[in-house]
Protein backbone atom coordinates (compact mmCIF):
# COMPACT_ATOMS: atom_id res chain seq x y z
CA UNK A 1 0.00 0.00 0.00
CA UNK A 2 1.38 3.31 -0.89
CA UNK A 3 2.76 5.66 1.75
CA UNK A 4 4.03 8.96 2.57
CA UNK A 5 7.96 9.05 3.86
CA UNK A 6 9.41 11.29 5.77
CA UNK A 7 13.36 11.70 6.87
CA UNK A 8 14.71 12.03 9.31
CA UNK A 9 12.54 10.60 12.19
CA UNK A 10 14.57 12.89 14.20
CA UNK A 11 16.08 16.31 13.77
CA UNK A 12 18.23 17.71 16.37
CA UNK A 13 19.81 21.10 15.57
CA UNK A 14 21.08 24.18 17.38
CA UNK A 15 18.88 27.54 17.58
CA UNK A 16 19.71 29.57 14.56
CA UNK A 17 20.52 26.40 12.15
CA UNK A 18 18.96 25.91 9.43
CA UNK A 19 16.81 23.03 8.98
CA UNK A 20 15.33 20.72 5.96
CA UNK A 21 12.51 18.20 6.02
CA UNK A 22 12.04 15.92 3.58
CA UNK A 23 9.04 14.26 2.37
CA UNK A 24 7.78 11.81 -0.81
CA UNK A 25 4.23 11.49 -0.71
CA UNK A 26 2.28 9.04 -2.68
CA UNK A 27 3.42 9.01 -6.02
CA UNK A 28 -0.04 10.18 -8.01
CA UNK A 29 -0.88 12.35 -5.27
CA UNK A 30 -1.09 16.52 -6.27
CA UNK A 31 -2.21 18.27 -3.33
CA UNK A 32 0.62 18.39 -0.16
CA UNK A 33 0.82 19.51 3.01
CA UNK A 34 2.47 20.64 6.37
CA UNK A 35 1.41 19.96 9.31
CA UNK A 36 3.14 20.64 13.34
CA UNK A 37 2.38 19.29 16.48
CA UNK A 38 3.76 21.10 19.28
CA UNK A 39 4.27 18.29 22.52
CA UNK A 40 1.25 17.84 24.07
CA UNK A 41 -1.14 20.53 21.77
CA UNK A 42 -3.06 20.25 18.78
CA UNK A 43 -1.83 19.47 15.13
CA UNK A 44 -1.92 22.83 13.09
CA UNK A 45 -1.81 23.55 9.55
CA UNK A 46 1.02 25.22 8.19
CA UNK A 47 0.87 25.20 4.54
CA UNK A 48 -0.75 23.79 1.29
CA UNK A 49 1.03 23.26 -1.94
CA UNK A 50 -0.30 22.46 -5.10
CA UNK A 51 0.90 22.75 -8.79
CA UNK A 52 4.08 24.05 -7.91
CA UNK A 53 2.89 26.62 -5.43
CA UNK A 54 1.75 27.51 -2.04
CA UNK A 55 -1.98 27.63 -2.35
CA UNK A 56 -2.39 28.50 1.80
CA UNK A 57 -0.46 29.33 4.38
CA UNK A 58 -0.69 29.60 8.53
CA UNK A 59 0.08 32.50 10.79
CA UNK A 60 2.61 30.21 11.63
CA UNK A 61 4.34 30.11 7.94
CA UNK A 62 6.11 33.31 7.91
CA UNK A 63 9.31 33.89 6.31
CA UNK A 64 11.39 31.89 8.18
CA UNK A 65 9.72 29.05 6.24
CA UNK A 66 9.60 27.60 2.95
CA UNK A 67 8.67 24.79 0.74
CA UNK A 68 9.62 23.51 -1.91
CA UNK A 69 9.39 20.46 -4.77
CA UNK A 70 12.73 20.49 -5.69
CA UNK A 71 12.25 17.13 -8.06
CA UNK A 72 9.29 14.85 -9.13
CA UNK A 73 8.98 12.83 -5.87
CA UNK A 74 9.91 14.95 -2.69
CA UNK A 75 8.29 18.02 -0.96
CA UNK A 76 10.86 20.04 1.40
CA UNK A 77 9.86 22.25 4.19
CA UNK A 78 12.89 24.73 5.34
CA UNK A 79 13.03 26.58 8.07
CA UNK A 80 16.06 29.15 7.37
CA UNK A 81 17.07 29.88 11.32
CA UNK A 82 15.39 27.72 13.60
CA UNK A 83 14.38 28.91 17.11
CA UNK A 84 13.41 26.61 20.32
CA UNK A 85 9.82 27.12 19.74
CA UNK A 86 10.23 25.25 16.58
CA UNK A 87 11.00 22.55 18.47
CA UNK A 88 7.45 20.08 17.36
CA UNK A 89 6.49 17.16 15.68
CA UNK A 90 6.46 17.94 11.56
CA UNK A 91 3.45 15.70 9.48
CA UNK A 92 3.69 15.90 5.95
CA UNK A 93 0.65 14.66 3.99
CA UNK A 94 -0.79 14.18 0.42
CA UNK A 95 -3.88 14.22 -0.87
CA UNK A 96 -5.36 13.67 -4.52
CA UNK A 97 -7.19 15.43 -7.22
CA UNK A 98 -10.53 17.28 -4.76
CA UNK A 99 -7.77 19.54 -3.11
CA UNK A 100 -8.34 17.78 0.20
CA UNK A 101 -11.78 18.62 0.62
CA UNK A 102 -13.13 15.12 1.36
CA UNK A 103 -10.40 13.49 0.15
CA UNK A 104 -8.29 11.75 2.70
CA UNK A 105 -4.83 13.16 3.59
CA UNK A 106 -2.02 10.55 4.36
CA UNK A 107 -0.21 11.31 7.02
CA UNK A 108 3.66 10.47 6.94
CA UNK A 109 5.19 9.49 10.60
CA UNK A 110 6.07 12.76 11.38
CA UNK A 111 9.59 14.32 12.22
CA UNK A 112 10.45 15.03 15.39
CA UNK A 113 12.54 18.42 15.26
CA UNK A 114 14.30 19.51 18.74
CA UNK A 115 16.06 22.82 18.62
CA UNK A 116 19.02 23.46 21.11
CA UNK B 1 -13.36 31.14 11.43
CA UNK B 2 -13.54 27.55 11.24
CA UNK B 3 -13.00 25.71 14.72
CA UNK B 4 -13.26 22.67 16.06
CA UNK B 5 -13.74 21.84 19.99
CA UNK B 6 -13.28 18.64 21.87
CA UNK B 7 -14.13 19.06 25.13
CA UNK B 8 -12.55 16.45 26.82
CA UNK B 9 -9.34 16.12 27.44
CA UNK B 10 -9.38 12.49 28.96
CA UNK B 11 -11.56 9.60 29.11
CA UNK B 12 -11.30 5.78 30.08
CA UNK B 13 -12.94 2.81 29.05
CA UNK B 14 -13.48 -0.65 30.38
CA UNK B 15 -11.90 -3.43 27.67
CA UNK B 16 -15.08 -4.54 25.80
CA UNK B 17 -17.33 -1.38 26.86
CA UNK B 18 -18.51 1.39 24.47
CA UNK B 19 -17.12 4.73 25.03
CA UNK B 20 -18.40 8.07 23.04
CA UNK B 21 -15.64 10.65 22.14
CA UNK B 22 -17.40 14.37 21.56
CA UNK B 23 -16.51 17.23 19.02
CA UNK B 24 -18.15 20.25 17.83
CA UNK B 25 -17.49 22.70 15.40
CA UNK B 26 -18.34 25.46 13.80
CA UNK B 27 -18.31 26.20 9.64
CA UNK B 28 -19.81 28.75 7.52
CA UNK B 29 -19.07 25.91 4.58
CA UNK B 30 -22.38 24.42 3.64
CA UNK B 31 -20.16 21.16 1.70
CA UNK B 32 -17.25 20.10 4.11
CA UNK B 33 -16.21 16.63 5.97
CA UNK B 34 -15.41 15.28 9.05
CA UNK B 35 -12.41 12.63 10.59
CA UNK B 36 -11.59 11.02 13.40
CA UNK B 37 -7.83 10.60 13.50
CA UNK B 38 -6.50 8.23 15.96
CA UNK B 39 -2.77 9.29 17.36
CA UNK B 40 -0.80 6.07 18.96
CA UNK B 41 2.25 6.56 21.18
CA UNK B 42 4.33 6.49 18.13
CA UNK B 43 2.25 9.75 16.93
CA UNK B 44 1.54 8.70 13.91
CA UNK B 45 -1.75 10.24 12.66
CA UNK B 46 -4.30 7.68 11.66
CA UNK B 47 -7.31 7.76 9.88
CA UNK B 48 -10.01 6.22 12.13
CA UNK B 49 -13.50 7.21 10.04
CA UNK B 50 -14.66 9.99 8.13
CA UNK B 51 -18.06 11.59 7.70
CA UNK B 52 -19.35 13.73 4.47
CA UNK B 53 -21.49 16.55 5.31
CA UNK B 54 -23.80 15.94 2.80
CA UNK B 55 -24.99 12.75 3.36
CA UNK B 56 -27.08 11.67 6.47
CA UNK B 57 -26.62 8.47 7.07
CA UNK B 58 -23.81 8.06 10.07
CA UNK B 59 -20.38 6.38 8.87
CA UNK B 60 -19.61 3.42 10.16
CA UNK B 61 -16.03 1.03 10.49
CA UNK B 62 -16.49 -1.94 12.65
CA UNK B 63 -16.39 -1.08 15.94
CA UNK B 64 -16.19 2.72 15.23
CA UNK B 65 -19.35 4.97 14.54
CA UNK B 66 -20.18 8.50 13.94
CA UNK B 67 -23.19 10.19 15.65
CA UNK B 68 -23.13 13.79 12.84
CA UNK B 69 -25.52 16.06 13.84
CA UNK B 70 -25.19 18.68 11.26
CA UNK B 71 -27.43 21.58 12.39
CA UNK B 72 -26.27 21.47 16.03
CA UNK B 73 -22.50 21.00 13.90
CA UNK B 74 -21.96 17.81 16.63
CA UNK B 75 -19.65 14.96 15.88
CA UNK B 76 -19.16 12.40 18.09
CA UNK B 77 -17.14 9.18 17.70
CA UNK B 78 -18.84 6.03 19.45
CA UNK B 79 -15.86 3.06 20.32
CA UNK B 80 -17.81 -0.47 20.53
CA UNK B 81 -16.11 -2.95 22.04
CA UNK B 82 -12.78 -1.37 23.64
CA UNK B 83 -9.61 -3.12 23.22
CA UNK B 84 -6.82 -1.94 24.88
CA UNK B 85 -4.97 -1.19 20.99
CA UNK B 86 -7.36 1.24 21.13
CA UNK B 87 -5.89 3.32 23.69
CA UNK B 88 -4.59 6.47 21.97
CA UNK B 89 -5.23 10.70 21.46
CA UNK B 90 -8.08 10.80 18.96
CA UNK B 91 -8.43 14.10 17.02
CA UNK B 92 -11.74 15.30 15.48
CA UNK B 93 -10.93 17.13 12.56
CA UNK B 94 -13.13 19.66 10.20
CA UNK B 95 -11.65 19.99 6.16
CA UNK B 96 -12.57 22.38 3.63
CA UNK B 97 -9.15 22.22 1.84
CA UNK B 98 -7.01 22.22 4.53
CA UNK B 99 -7.48 20.09 7.87
CA UNK B 100 -8.27 21.80 11.40
CA UNK B 101 -7.80 20.23 14.33
CA UNK B 102 -9.14 19.66 17.82
CA UNK B 103 -7.20 19.60 20.85
CA UNK B 104 -7.25 15.86 21.57
CA UNK B 105 -9.14 13.60 23.69
CA UNK B 106 -6.35 10.95 25.52
CA UNK B 107 -8.45 7.70 25.72
CA UNK B 108 -7.53 4.57 28.21
CA UNK B 109 -8.51 2.06 27.95
CA UNK B 110 -8.07 -0.72 31.15
CA UNK B 111 -8.61 -4.38 30.87
Known amino acids: EPEVTQTPSHQVTQMGQEVILRCVPISNHLYFYWYRQILGQKVEFLVS????????KSEIFDDQFSVERPDGSNFTLKIRSTKLEDSAMYFC??????????????FGPGTRLTVL | AQTVTQSQPEMSVQEAETVTLSCTYDTSESDYYLFWYKQPPSRQMILVIRQEAYKQQNATENRFSVNFQKAAKSFSLKISDSQLGDAAMYFCAHNTDKLIFGTGTRLQVFP
Open chain 1, 93 to 106: ASSDLSRGLGNEQF
Open chain 1, 49 to 56: FYNNEISE
